[in-house]
């Protein structure tokens, strides 16, 4: 699994019992009210992800404009001391930090600083000219949506260890894009588009998109647990350990992959950040306060994703995804994967709003699919 990507793909894995798995926290519960969710529903799914698919630890945070707050957990944040897993730490977003360079990119455009139809050329001459490929052609809008055109860098890498201990600048991700075949489809999700997004960002305003993401969101917000960790292998304050699942001659062990550099993932995945942060982000974008309505309304135009990339029913806006609820209307959010980690943020029609960390990728499908069941769980309650 790698940054680029936004699920899984599931390959098969063997049954391992994780001892403990099944330890569950509830650090922040506050009783729901009548048509506020069934917080039984989603602890239900939490333990079947780690007891049936034995993902080491999962936790979940849901916000609710009437029946405030809670949260749970399954499994454990360390398989060397047991330690449970907790909703309030901190971990690595991965592909939700796309969400982060779009709201930037559009705040822009609605200074008039950047034009959506503008070719990318006009921001960054002679950056996308190789193979092919041709910065002319290719709008700014297309980037955010991942309509481009433009292969992804991240499957230049075989392995964490191709880029865990190295630091790359995003003019050098560009170029390896470049060099990488062209995609096959219309809609190819790639981690390089958000890398050009960030190089634009950097070019209009003279700042790092780092910079311009701290000044027009994490401050504003107060983001307390969301940082850039740059050349920072590890992750700072109270967090999980982050897990890699390897299987040989039948039997399964996992590896910490906690630390890493996650420079390889730039503007398109290498925020460190936790599930409150994650939720205020997205119900403050998703509330009009971060963008003027108009370009909020650009965000969520979506069009149709590539399933084998994402899920069944996924679409993708301006760095923002959606995905139909069986309870009506869809979720608007963001998905996230990186080796060891995944995590999600998501907002319901109503405003409920979930956010979820794995310390591990899922690795079967069944497992994909209960991850997405925990968000219609969270947000609809249990299936009927």
């Given at each position: 699994m790698r940054v680029g990507h936004v699920m899984t793909a599931g390959t098969a894995a063997a049954a391992v019992?994780?001892?403990?798995?099944g330890a569950a926290t509830a650090a922040e519960r506050r009783p729901a009210g009548k048509g506020c969710g069934d917080q039984r529903a989603v602890q239900r799914v939490l333990d079947r992800l780690t007891r049936v698919h034995r993902i080491p630890g999962?936790?979940?945070r849901i916000d609710d404009p009437r029946c405030g707050t809670w949260t749970g957990a399954s499994g454990v944040a360390d398989l060397r001391d047991?330690?449970?897993?907790?909703?309030g730490e901190r971990g690595r977003i991965a592909s939700v930090t796309k969400t982060f360079t779009a709201t930037v990119l559009l705040q822009l455009a609605g200074e008039r600083k950047v034009d959506l139809d503008a070719p990318v050329e006009r921001y960054l001459p002679g950056v996308v000219r190789a193979n092919g490929h041709d910065g002319r052609k290719i709008s700014v809008r297309s980037l955010l949506r991942h309509t481009s055109g433009l292969p992804d860098h991240m499957e230049a890498f075989d392995d964490l260890e191709d880029f865990r201990w190295k630091h790359f600048e995003p003019a050098e991700l560009v170029r390896m894009a470049l060099a990488r075949p062209k995609p096959t489809t219309r809609w190819h999700y790639s981690t390089t588009n958000?890398?050009?997004a960030g190089m634009i960002v950097r070019r209009v305003t003279g700042s790092r998109v780092e910079?311009?993401?701290v000044r027009r969101i994490i401050r504003p917000l107060r983001l307390?647990?969301?940082y850039w960790p740059g050349d920072e292998t590890w992750i700072r304050g109270p967090h999980p350990r982050g897990y890699l699942r390897e299987e040989k001659n039948g039997a399964v062990r996992w590896r910490d992959v906690t630390e890493l550099n996650a420079s390889a993932g730039g503007a398109g995945g290498?925020?460190?950040?936790?599930?409150?942060?994650?939720?205020?982000?997205?119900g403050a974008l998703l509330g009009g306060r971060l963008l003027p309505l108009r370009l909020l309304g650009e965000m969520k135009r979506t069009v149709r994703a590539d399933p084998d990339r994402t899920w069944p029913g996924a679409r993708y806006g301006l760095?923002?995804?959606s995905t139909p609820l069986r309870c009506g209307g869809e979720w608007y959010g963001h998905g996230g994967h990186l080796y060891g980690w995944s995590a999600f943020g998501v907002v319901g029609p109503d405003g409920r709003r979930a956010a979820v960390m794995f310390n591990e990728n899922t690795a079967t499908e069944a497992a994909a699919k209960d991850e997405l069941e925990l968000l219609q769980t969270a947000l609809c309650g249990e299936e009927s």
């Open positions: 019992l994780v001892a403990g798995a999962v936790a979940v047991r330690r449970p897993m907790r909703a958000s890398v050009l910079d311009e993401v307390r647990d969301t290498a925020l460190v950040s936790g599930t409150a942060d994650v939720s205020r982000f997205f760095g923002l995804m």
